[in-house]
């Protein structure tokens, strides 16, 4: 029986955590919110961020789903991976899905965004998930996009690391300082709160998990060269993405022909927090979809 424990450290957040067994092989934990009731329902953030970016729509799907929001492995309040364990998505995906074991859930609907927009998809490609929202998923860039977003996204994690707290905190109270620090990835930054802005900017510095996932990305390999056709799959990319371009999402369609692909209106690269009510639809649509193609060979 796995271990489940609500750690007391302030820095945890107060999450859950699960310590997820591997017979034979080092276990490792996974911190994570729960909320709701119903069908399961996995959340997975982007890279450098934690499962509070979720939190403009929990509220809203845990309405209809048991919804967990997990702080990926080596992000958030998850501690890293054991030595010699891959982050690369050969490696992740697997884990995600003996996650979900560990936590009670057989094949969730799986919504993700950026990075966690990517293993929602691989984890629809591998038989791990009964539909797949995936908002701005990684893996559809061209060399010198991913060369972009990259380059953009270090320099994040070396601002987030150079801000002492008081100064982060000083910026967060006022709207242009949260758009100094959170402009890149939000379209409307200043809707984020104080607190919110201080707590990612502090999860963005202490991932250990940033730089082993992004030397992943640079390998061929992830990008993502399959297609799904026995699930919904939607993707959703904002028109204001400055991070990972709008027209990465046609190649996402292209790659994955049965997909639906929804314009987020003056959403950025993580929209939940810039539209939270279409986000919101976009992803229990998508969930339902799976409902009605689940009853339909039984109406036959």
Not at 182 to 199: E, K, L, N
Not at 246 to 261: H, S, Y
Request: aromatic content about 6%; overall charge positive.
């Amino acid at each position: 029986m796995p271990a489940v424990f609500t750690p007391q450290t302030p820095a945890q957040d107060s999450a859950s955590v699960v310590e997820v067994p591997r017979p034979g092989r080092p276990p490792f934990q996974v911190a994570y919110e729960r909320r709701g009731s119903g069908e399961p329902m996995l959340l997975l953030h982007g890279i450098g961020h934690h499962w509070q970016a979720w939190e403009p729509v929990l509220t809203v799907l845990a309405g209809s789903y048991d919804v967990i929001a997990l702080d990926l492995p080596g992000f958030g309040a998850s501690p890293g991976l054991p030595e010699g364990v891959s982050y690369g998505l050969e490696s992740v995906v697997p884990l995600l899905a003996e996650t979900c074991t560990a936590l009670g859930v057989e094949r969730p609907h799986v919504a993700g965004n950026s990075l966690g927009g990517l293993l929602a998809l691989e984890m629809g490609l591998h038989g791990f998930a009964r539909s797949v929202t995936a908002l701005a998923p990684a893996g559809f860039f061209t060399r010198p996009e991913q060369l972009y977003a990259f380059t953009v996204l270090r320099g994040m994690r070396a601002g987030a690391r150079s801000l002492p707290d008081p100064v982060v905190e000083v910026l967060a109270r006022t709207a242009a300082g949260r758009a100094a620090l959170t402009g890149t990835i939000y379209a409307r930054p200043g809707r984020r709160s104080a607190d919110a802005v201080v707590a990612e900017t502090r999860a963005l510095r202490r991932a250990v998990g940033f730089a082993p996932v992004l030397a992943q990305g640079r390998h061929p390999g992830a990008s993502f060269g399959h297609t799904i056709r026995d699930i919904p799959v939607t993707i959703g990319w904002g028109d204001r993405d400055r991070l990972l371009l709008r027209r990465q999402g046609v190649r996402a369609k292209r790659a994955i022909p049965a997909a639906r692909l929804v314009r987020l209106r003056g959403c950025g690269h993580v929209p939940m927090n810039d539209d939270p009510a279409t986000v919101a639809r976009v992803i229990t649509d998508t969930a339902r979809q799976a409902d009605v193609e689940r009853a339909l060979p039984a109406a036959r």
